[in-house]
């Protein structure tokens, strides 16, 4: 029997926090926030989640310097925020205009959110990339010839890709997509829902880049011949995921990682491992294979 109404965001985000083991109760995490639809939603939810989750949440906006728009859309966020009890704050970079600028700025941002979360005790930093982005970006990889690596896109935990200084390192929050159950039609619904403010960010028009091509061209023709293309693209992504870094399907961090390789070194036949949300997993390694079974 098909159900009458899809779930809520809310639903779709609690189901990723435990399914996926995003944070545990207690933890801190630093939600990235541009004053965008995605990340407005995402502050939103991960919000309202608190009691039940046992979270603790705090909020973060970049501004990198090269759109004056930059400053009223995270006053936005900010709004929001303070609406929802959550502590707001910005970091202000100045990225120099040149090559590979859209490279550089990600760069700065995730170091700055790196910083913001060591700063804040945040043992995650949740970004608001949704189901359809993760479509978007495998089917760019595929334009770009990317093998089953280059297609392993946007898993829902990753290790931070950007090095923080050499005193914070050690500490370094990973990256968690809340989202990913979600399509861009759930974050919209659930704006308009709640009457969230968000900004229109005119780039997300300009057909002069290859993902908006992809988004408003690509996308519908293919959900024209497969209404689910978004859903099998996902789970493509999911598979080569597997292919490429078993490890990080678990979303095994430094440690968890650090614990298998001393293992193998010590010629021991498995180590038990703790993830996060409380889930324990044995590694054990037969024919030099590293084989993870949750218990």
């Keep these: 029997m098909s159900r009458s109404h899809p779930p809520s965001l809310r639903t779709l985000v609690e189901r990723a926090a435990r399914d996926d083991g995003l944070f545990a109760r207690g933890e801190i995490v630093l939600c990235a926030c541009s004053g965008g639809a995605d990340s407005t939603a995402l502050l939103h939810v991960l919000a309202m989640l608190r009691k039940r989750l046992g979270h603790e949440v705090v909020a973060h906006g970049v501004d990198h310097g090269l759109r004056p728009e930059a400053a009223g859309e995270l006053a936005l966020a900010q709004q929001v925020a303070e609406a929802a009890g ?148 996902c789970s493509l992504a999911d598979m080569m995921l597997l292919e490429a870094d078993p490890l990080a399907v678990l979303g095994l961090g430094r440690a968890q990682r650090q614990a298998i390789e001393r293992a193998q070194r010590l010629g021991r036949k498995g180590v038990e491992l703790r993830l996060r949300g409380g889930r324990r997993v044995d590694a054990t390694f037969p024919g030099g294979q590293i084989v993870l079974n949750e218990k």
């Design 86 to 233: 959550v502590p707001f704050s910005i970091t202000r970079l100045h990225v120099e205009p040149g090559g590979n600028l859209q490279a550089r700025a990600r760069a700065a941002r995730l170091e700055a959110l790196g910083i913001a979360a060591i700063h804040a005790g945040a043992s995650a930093i949740a970004t608001g990339h949704t189901a359809d982005d993760r479509a978007e970006t495998l089917l760019m990889r595929l334009l770009r010839g990317s093998g089953p690596r280059g297609l392993a896109v946007l898993p829902p935990t990753a290790p931070l890709p950007v090095a923080l200084p050499d005193d914070l390192g050690e500490r370094a929050p990973v990256l968690i997509r809340p989202l990913l159950r979600a399509r861009r039609a759930d974050v919209l619904a659930h704006v308009m829902r709640h009457r969230l403010q968000f900004a229109h960010d005119p780039s997300n028009l300009d057909p002069r880049f290859t993902r908006v091509r992809v988004r408003r061209e690509l996308v519908p023709l293919l959900e024209d011949l497969s209404p689910r293309v978004v859903d099998h693209l």
